[in-house]
Nanobody, 124 residues
Framework: QVQLVESGGGLVQTGGTLRLSCAAS????????MGWFRQAPGKEREFVAA????????AYADSAKGRFTISRDNAQNTVYLQMNNLTPEDTAVYYC?????????????????WGRGTQVTVSS
């Protein structure tokens, strides 16, 4: 089995910073992609960022470019999402996901394993 555990969410004011973490355990993958998605109330789950584990190639949603940075720690099997200059539009539950192998994808349906999410709330 695969377990993904997110942490680092919380309440922050507009312009603030949070760093989300996702710790993976249970098995290894050949060429995994790890991604971050978010879902606000009444909204569809949307892509935020993803990274190819083996080489660090990353992709970002337009809303994240210039503000968010995805990275990983190979030794800890952990992926991070550094979130700067947050706005209320960033308020959502943030989910970590793993695509077992292949290319970076932006559709949540193409990811195989999911964490339970961590709440990010940005006040005005």
């Amino acid at each position: 089995q695969v377990q993904l555990v997110e942490s680092g969410g919380g309440l922050v004011q507009t312009g603030g910073t949070l760093r989300l973490s996702c710790a993976a355990s249970g098995r290894t993958f050949i060429r995994p992609v790890m991604g971050w998605f978010r879902q606000a109330p009444g909204k569809e789950r949307e892509f935020v960022a993803a990274i190819k584990w083996i080489n660090g190639d990353a992709a970002y949603a337009d809303s994240a470019k210039g503000r968010f940075t995805i990275s990983r720690d190979n030794a800890q099997n952990t992926v991070y999402l550094q979130m700067n200059n947050l706005t209320p539009e960033d308020t959502a539950v943030y989910y970590c996901a793993v695509r077992s192998s292949g290319s970076i994808q932006t559709s949540y349906s193409l990811y195989d394993f999911w964490g339970r999410g961590t709440q990010v709330t940005v006040s005005s």
